[in-house]
């Protein structure tokens, strides 16, 4: 089921996308809608996992991606329709790539960087700021506001990420200098 939901979120990009570029009656809201139901399904499927004890290697992989594909999707048609600032779209999604190529970076050197508490934090704000952006009223200003908290975060996390990715490492490479060097068997 959790790797369902994944595959779920990814098919409802395209929908998304298509909702928010048409102009149709209600569009922001059935895109609006969209947006939620693939959102709360990053939630469920994160949930279900665990309680269930079924993380799989798919879903490890897969979800952090829909993720991505998700709020890239609708930063940059948000970013078509005037509603976001390119630059802020940039940033955001600067940062996903920066941080899944440092996990990436990370896993070669036998280290895993786990999503920290920040890092939910600017989940949860980029959702919400996508959210009202998707749904507010073109120019209402508290959407807005919600897209700079949200690029804070995005900062925030990704500054916090490159640190503890530093510090793990050196963490590492430490343990492997007091282990000794490695000795094959003959």
Known sequence: MPNLLTVVRILLVPVLVVVLLQATPHGSWVAAIVFAVAAVTDTLDGYLARSRRSITTFGKV??????????????????????????????????????SGLRVAAAAQGVVIPASALGKVKTITQVA??????????????PQALLYV??????????????????????ARAAREARGPRRLPI
């Open 62 to 99: 897969m979800d952090p991606i829909a993720d991505k594909l998700l709020i890239a999707a609708a930063l940059i048609s948000l970013v078509s329709l005037g509603r976001v600032a390119a630059w802020a779209a940039m940033v955001i999604i600067a940062r996903e790539f920066a941080v």
């Open 150 to 171: 949200a690029v804070a975060t995005t900062i925030a996390s990704g500054a916090d990420y490159f640190l503890g990715f530093r510090r793990r490492i050196e963490e």
């Open 129 to 142: 700021a996508v959210l009202a952006l998707i749904a507010a009223h073109k120019g209402a200003w508290w």
